[in-house]
Each structure stands twice: as C-alpha cells, then as structure tokens.
C-alpha cells in the first residue's frame, strides 16, 4: 500500500449535531458578509462605502463573539485573541492583517509568519510557572577588562519539549515545523533538536469540500515509526482547513500500532470547522491558532482566508516539475539555512535515511 485515502464523509462522522448547527450558524452570518463585501467592491457613494463598513465590523463582531463562546466549551481548542490579555491582541490582529494582505511579498509574508510560530509557542509553553529554573550563561563579545559572561533565568520547561517530534505535512508546513522545533532547541536547557517526519499528503482540489478526498503518498514520505511511539507529535501548519490531512496522518500512525503520547496542531488560521473536527477526531489532542476563521467555500477554502500559504511562503510550483524537499530547502537561501541549520541537518538525515531504507 502506497497511498492511504481518507474521504470527506469520514471526516463529517465526528462532528455532533451541535457542532453542525454551530457551522449553520456561522455560514448564516457570513453570507450577510459577503453581502457587505459586494457594496463595497461596487459602490461609488462614500457614504454609502462608511455605512457598509460599520455593518462589516458588527457582522464580524457577532461571528467573533459566537466563535469565542463556543471555543469556551472546548478545552482542546487553544485561540490567542480567545486567551490572552486584552493589550496582546492588536499584535496577533496586525501580524494576520499583514499575511492576508494580497499586498505582502514572499520576505514580508515569511517574516510574519516567524513572528506568528514565535506567538504561537509562547502560547503554548510561555504560561508554563513553577519555581524550577534553568539558568543560561551565555559568554558575550566583551573581553575588557575580562572576559564577560552574562547569567539569564528562564522556566524550565525541558519535561514538556523534549520528548517532540516535529511532523510536517509538506510544502507549507515544512518552514513553520522548522522555526517550532527552532524554539524548542532555544527553550531546551540542553539544546535539544527535535527530530522530523516529513509527510506527503495533500487533497484532491478536484473535488468540493463536501466529497474532498485526502491523500498520504507513502513512496514520497520520510519518516520512522518506531520514533514516534510515545512521542509529543508537533504539527505546525499555517492553515487548517478541515482537519482532513492532520486525521489522515494520525488515523494512519495508530493503524500502524504507533501510540503517541499527544498531538499538537499549531496553525496561523484555523476554520471553525476545522478545529472542531480535529479535537473530534483524535483523542489526547489540542489545537493552537493564532486566528479563527469563521466558514469554508464549496473547494473547502478559509474564509476570508490568506489565499495558499505554501505558495506564498515558498513560491508556487510548476505543475509539471513540483520541487522535492531538497529543493525546497534549497530555495530557502543562505539566510534560512544560517538560521535553522540544526533543523536542517535533521531534516537531511531523515530524507537521506529513509531513501537509503526504501533502496
């Protein structure tokens, strides 16, 4: 077997009746919004464009606050505006206003979603307390009249980053998993450098979000089982859609008698219905977002969206000749590759690994 196939209506079967109406509710609200987006794309009257921008900003109030109450209900569903101090949200706001705009270039669009992982993690791990410190002591450029070192106190939080696993879905998610496991080396007080499993999975864009089709080519992956059994399993993808590929994967792991010890989804943007099914669907599971999009289109897009991130993070491929991982990385530059080169050589060792295993 060298594809694994999970399909649409499988998905649907974990959400609850609840969950459902909830959706319904969403789409209701959003299509006044789309109302609202067709007088602003037409209209020549600037009164008229004030008016539809203040119903905007109420209509996007309304589906904020129900997605809020409902996430209220769900301990597994982690949203920074949802959880964090009221003077942190214009951060998270301006950081995913600036990777919507069709206007950010591929450097801009990289560096805010640095900043997005960076938020991210902290979100995660940075309301870790206890009286447990490491102490880092740094040697600095400073040698007159001695050399200098300087001491610096963190939290520990070695017991919960060093059992991870970085797992990439690729494309997308292949420099967002590399700047996570970068602040888990940072946070480690032993430098820790997660390993990585590199799967190849996407969806069939053929095909509509109510019959959509998710596809693991196996031949095309790189990984080792027998390394994620009891594992943390990481998964940062910028957007999560429907759920379908972080299920397919997992679905596929406990198939194969891999048993993790839990499973984080750290996305940008997560849909509400993509949230809501992952938890649904995988036990000892949590979801981290930055943002939470209120609905999908008929092709299973986010509303309103970002467009593709892979593309706008690693340029866009040609049909025809589609980039491997190696050249992906390539790609990246000498800037990248300086700044994470533990993680690559990672990433090179379980590419070259799994090749020579496979020949």
């Not at 951060?91 to 900043?115: C, H, M, P, W």
């Amino acid at each position: 077997m060298s594809k694994v196939i999970l399909k649409a209506e499988d998905l649907d079967g974990f959400l609850t009746d609840r969950d459902k109406q909830y959706i319904s509710q969403m789409d209701g609200l959003y299509s006044q919004v789309m109302t609202c987006f067709n007088t602003l794309s037409t209209t020549k009257s600037e009164a008229e464009k004030k008016r539809e921008e203040q119903n905007l900003i109420e209509h996007y109030n309304k589906m904020g606050n129900l997605m809020q109450d409902i996430c209220k209900n769900e301990p597994c569903i982690n949203v920074y505006s949802f959880m964090t101090p009221q003077e942190s949200h214009p951060e998270a706001s301006r950081v995913i206003a600036k990777l919507r705009d069709y206007r950010t270039g591929n450097q801009e669009f990289v560096y805010y979603i640095q900043r997005a992982y960076e938020m991210l993690f902290k979100l995660a791990y940075g309301g870790t307390t206890g009286s447990n410190k490491n102490y880092l002591i740094v040697k600095t450029p400073v040698s007159v009249p001695v050399q200098n070192y300087a001491v610096h106190k963190i939290t520990n939080i070695d017991e919960k980053i060093e059992n991870t696993v970085m797992c990439v879905m690729l494309r997308g998610a292949l420099l967002p998993s590399m700047i996570m496991s970068k602040e888990i080396q940072e946070y480690s007080s032993h430098g820790y450098t997660t390993p990585f499993a590199l799967f190849k999975i996407k969806r069939d864009d053929s095909k509509h979000e109510n019959d959509m089709e998710y596809i693991l080519d196996l031949e095309r992956s790189y990984f080792d089982l027998g390394s994620l059994d009891g594992k943390d399993l990481i998964f940062a993808d910028p957007m999560n859609a429907t759920g379908g590929s972080l299920v397919t994967v997992i679905k596929y792991l406990l198939d194969q008698g891999i048993k993790p010890k839990s499973v984080q989804f750290f996305n940008v943007i997560a849909a509400l219905k993509g949230a809501l099914r992952v938890v649904r669907a995988l036990d000892n599971c949590e979801v981290y977002t930055l943002w939470m999009d209120p609905v999908l289109n008929e092709a299973a897009y986010i509303l309103p969206g970002l467009g593709d991130a892979g593309d706008r993070i690693n340029g866009m491929d040609m049909d025809e000749q589609p980039r491997d991982i190696m050249q992906l990385i390539a790609d990246y530059g000498s800037n990248i590759a300086g700044l994470y080169r533990a993680q690559l050589r990672k990433i090179e060792k379980t590419v070259l690994g799994s090749v020579n295993a496979k020949n």
